[in-house]
């Protein structure tokens, strides 16, 4: 068993929501608490900055509030995702924020930084820090971050290359701390499979986009819903840091999809103009072949939790 800290120790599932840039916000991060997993949204889903306090009163109160009513089953608690990159301006006030509200869980991307999980660890917070291969990995727990996310190929959005199995082996022939895994994963059996491999938790995006709390246009959540692995492309075009897109939303922007130019990972950006391509190119992970209607995201994991359970039994 891993050592779990408090905030991971006790989930009802063991499901983490991964942040998704412009589509999470409170409605979603609340339902999937409720629902018993890791809510989750990064912070610069709030625009203008002021948004994230108001936000982060939302999910703390209404989260308080139906722990208050259901003292026996209590919400999963709910993590902001901090890009830790140059060209977040707003790192320190958004992080400040985490601090004034106490964010259980502080998801750290693109950049592991002492500063930010001492900030964290200031109030008891816990800090995951998302990882593509083995090397980032031990940097960002040398740094002090207390778990680590393995993002897989098959990812939705920015994604690394290494083999689930690879990637997971090798982060635990040394770290015995939380570790999520991100790749592919959209159905019970896939979670089931993360712990077997030696994962805590799944790490869930792209199926929680074809959620009905999710801020995401109808057009993107059908095309979850009506594709597969192969209408899945994997570009740096977009961003500066290779992903997983879906085809056909390169396609209705013009662009051919099987032949995309290289970006320059130096003008890699996150904010203002880059943040236009997330509205016109949907990313999206392999999984999304097991995704095949829109519905809650309460109901999404109610049929996790029947798949894991249908799964486990086949094992006995």
């Not at 089953?73 to 707003?90: E, G, L, T, W």
């Not at 190929?153 to 635990?172: D, V």
Request: hydrophobic share 45%.
């Amino acid at each position: 068993m891993s050592k779990l800290p408090a905030a991971l120790a006790h989930l009802p599932f063991p499901v983490i929501g991964s942040p998704l840039f412009i589509i999470s916000t409170p409605k979603l991060v609340i339902a999937q608490c409720i629902a018993g997993v890791v809510g989750s949204m990064p912070a610069l889903n709030a625009r203008p900055a002021e948004q994230l306090e108001e936000w982060l009163i939302e999910i703390t109160e209404t989260l308080a509030a139906y722990n208050k009513a259901h003292p026996d089953k209590p919400a999963a608690p709910f993590a902001i995702n901090q890009i830790v990159h140059k060209s977040n301006d707003r790192l320190e006030h958004d992080m400040a924020m985490c601090v004034k509200y106490k964010v259980p869980i502080i998801i750290t991307s693109l950049g592991a930084r002492e500063e930010i999980n001492q900030a964290a660890h200031s109030y008891g917070g816990v800090v995951l820090h998302d990882v593509i291969n083995n090397k980032h990995a031990h940097k960002a727990i040398e740094k002090g971050a207390d778990g680590l996310i393995a993002v897989a190929a098959g990812a939705g959005g920015h994604a690394g290359e290494k083999s689930p199995f690879a990637l997971i082996q090798e982060i635990r022939q040394w770290f015995d701390g939380p570790l999520a895994l991100s790749g592919s994963i959209a159905s019970g059996g896939a979670v089931l499979a993360a712990q077997a491999m030696g994962a805590d938790f799944a790490y869930i995006g792209s199926a929680f986009i074809a959620t009905e709390e999710a801020r995401a246009a109808q057009e993107y959540k059908e095309c979850i819903v009506s594709s597969n692995s192969d209408d899945i492309v994997y570009s740096n075009l977009f961003t500066g840091v290779h992903g997983n897109y879906l085809a056909p939303s390169i396609v209705n922007a013009g662009m051919d999809p099987h032949n995309l130019p290289e970006s320059d990972p130096s003008k890699m950006n996150f904010g203002g103009d880059k943040s236009k391509a997330w509205k016109d190119i949907w990313g999206c992970g392999q999984g999304i072949g097991a995704i095949d209607k829109i519905q809650s995201a309460g109901d999404f994991v109610a049929q996790l939790k029947r798949e894991y359970a249908t799964a486990k039994a086949r094992l006995v």
